[in-house]
């Protein structure tokens, strides 16, 4: 009896020391950790940082946050997949910090669409359209043509959105005009959108919404990745066809025309 009582000691012994080296080690391990990052500057860079660990090499690339980052973007089948650098909370202050990617990628086109989180976490116009023309500057110092798209706009379900899609449509107003000067290309996303393209939060965008998005940007994403299967339909054309008509399809476009354009000014 004295025997089976002196085990179970030792065994109860065993079982705390057990216990008590495993919750060293945890804590140990949780030391080696990085920190939790907890403000949306932390989170922000954090997804930069891996995304830049994963960068593979595209013609075209998203930049933007998450409006552009919550869709899976393709060209269609037997086409190559955009390469989506969007970050959700970015800015365009962040954006900045990291176009290093997109010449890591070797892109040759970037479909920008930033904004909406400047605006609505007190960053002023004035400094937002400072960014964006730096981007821009950057991009086409790297011979990165940008396509502009239109800041979305939010909806009455969004606080403060009557003084949001006052500065919204200001900014896409000068976005416009750089394209039209730098002879690139504008899209109006906005137009293609309508009060059942957003989700219950007034500001991010539903289904119904990506698909309208998707749709207008498909002859942009065609045009770039899927070059060798419109190589191909062309080397199969009926003999004695008009080259000329042919052509005219791939003819240049205005951001192909105007590459030496003066740069962005305000």
Known sequence: MHLSDDLRRRAGLLLWGFALL???????????RPPVATTREERVEVAFVTLGKSVRRA???LLGDSISAGHIWSAGSGCAAPLNLAVSGAQSGDLLRHLHLVESAGAEQ????IGI??????VSYERLLA???EILLRLQAQGVTPLLQ???RVTPLHEHHQALNQQVARLNEQLRAWAREQGWQYLDVQAVLDGRSYRGDGLHLNARGYRAWEQLLAPVLRKRLCAE??????LQKPPGQNEHLHQQAGEAQPDERHAGADQVHG
């Open 59 to 61: 013609p075209l690339v």
């Open 150 to 152: 239109s800041t979305l």
């Open 229 to 234: 299967s419109d190589q191909a339909g062309q």
């Open 131 to 133: 960014n964006y023309r």
């Open 110 to 113: 970037v479909l920008l669409l």
């Open 22 to 32: 495993c919750a060293c080690w945890l804590a140990l391990r949780a030391g080696e």
């Open 117 to 122: 989180n400047d605006l609505r976490h007190g």
